[in-house]
């Protein structure tokens, strides 16, 4: 089974950056094939998508992040990241990385579930 483990969170005052990575194991050689995706949930919220990233490395973001978070991964690392700057105090929340097998499209959006969860990271902007 696929197994995620994000780190990098924290607690920044507004303004700052924090750059989170998930590292992935159980792709096989599989994981450059592998739809990934970052989404968050503050306490009380539904959970949201804030970006995803296909095969061939194009990014969608959320309208709420989009030119402040920047999406990425390193194949050979089983890796992937997400850079946040401008952070707000709205943008408080765990974050989860997400992985699947399929296409990205609607993914984002919520509509098409990803498969793999991480255990998340908390990030807290004051």
């Known amino acids: 089974d696929v197994q995620l483990v994000e780190s990098g969170g924290g607690s920044v005052q507004a303004g700052g950056s924090l750059k989170l990575a998930c590292v992935g194991s159980?792709?096989?050689?599989?994981?450059?094939?592998?739809?990934r995706g970052w989404f968050r949930q503050a306490p009380g919220k539904e959970r949201e998508g804030v970006a995803t990233?296909?095969?061939?490395?194009?990014?969608t973001y959320a309208s709420s992040v989009k030119g402040r978070f920047t999406i990425s991964k390193d194949n050979a690392k089983n890796t992937l990241y997400l850079e946040m700057s401008g952070l707000k105090p709205e943008d408080s929340a765990m974050y989860y990385c997400?992985?699947?097998?399929?296409?990205?499209?609607?993914?984002?959006?919520?509509?098409?579930?990803?498969?793999?969860w991480g255990q998340g990271t908390q990030v807290t902007v004051s």
């Open positions: 997400a992985a699947d097998t399929r296409a990205c499209i609607l993914r984002l959006q919520g509509v098409y579930p990803f498969g793999y």
């Open positions: 159980g792709y096989g050689s599989a994981y450059s094939n592998y739809c």
């Open positions: 990233i296909d095969t061939a490395g194009s990014a």
